[in-house]
């Protein structure tokens, strides 16, 4: 289980690119029936590298347990 305080999550409008998947350095993400990026919390460092690469601006950073 991830030890960070922080997590990714994904909004409502991800149009399922995969930007962020490629740059996830622990591969927390996968892109779900092709219509949107899911995190698994269990992995997911709270790094942002996918908030700064989203080309839709959807991806943020909260803090654990906010969406739990």
């Known amino acids: 289980m ?3 305080t922080r997590l ?3 909004g409502r409008e991800c149009v399922a690119c995969g930007s962020c998947l490629r ?3 622990k591969g927390a993400i996968r892109i ?3 219509v949107t990026a899911q995190i ?4 997911c460092i709270g790094c942002g590298k996918c908030t700064r690469i989203c080309p839709a601006d959807v991806i943020t950073i ?3 347990g906010a969406v739990e």
């Open 2 to 4: 991830a030890t960070s």
């Open 8 to 10: 990714a999550r994904v």
């Open 23 to 25: 740059v996830c350095p």
């Open 32 to 34: 779900v029936s092709g």
């Open 40 to 43: 698994d919390g269990n992995i």
């Open 62 to 64: 909260v803090q654990r």
